[in-house]
């Protein structure tokens, strides 16, 4: 069976999606508790809940690449610039590696856990 969500149902989906709590949804719509909770058990309106999450999962990723390209750019404009003395990019290039350091050593252990689990 499938149902088509209401005005209220959408807006709630979208304040869901964004971990606003219950109490203050049915707060901002005009609803009582206990319809958001009937809301929860339809299974469209679950689905619709997951999908707006995954819209904004993607766009905080999208977000954070986007800041972490310009960051670096900026850091290799820094350590290209001639006017700036040796020290300050050795200081600049340092700061960097360090909040690198082991990046790579924890996205391979979630990778070997995450390989074991589905074995």
């Given at each position: 069976m499938s149902i088509k969500l209401n005005e209220n149902q959408l807006i709630a989906v979208q304040l869901l999606a964004?971990?606003?709590k219950?109490?203050?949804?049915?707060?901002?719509l005009g609803i009582r508790e206990e319809?958001?909770?009937?809301?929860?058990?339809?299974?469209?309106f679950n689905?619709?809940?997951?999908?707006?999450?995954?819209?904004?999962?993607?766009?905080?990723?999208?977000t954070h690449k986007?800041?972490?390209?310009?960051s670096q750019n900026v850091i290799n404009e820094a350590l290209n610039n001639g006017g700036l003395d040796i020290l300050k990019?050795?200081?600049?290039?340092?700061?960097?590696?360090?909040?690198?350091?082991?990046?790579d050593d924890i996205?391979?252990?979630?990778?070997?856990?995450?390989?074991?689990?589905?074995?």
């Open positions: 964004t971990g606003l219950a109490s203050i949804i049915a707060k901002q319809t958001l909770s009937r809301w929860r058990q339809i299974d469209e689905e619709a809940v997951e999908d707006a999450i995954e819209v904004i999962l993607r766009e905080i990723d999208e986007n800041l972490l390209i310009c990019k050795a200081n600049l290039a340092l700061r960097y590696l360090s909040l690198i350091k082991g990046k996205m391979q252990k979630s990778s070997d856990n995450l390989f074991r689990y589905t074995l």
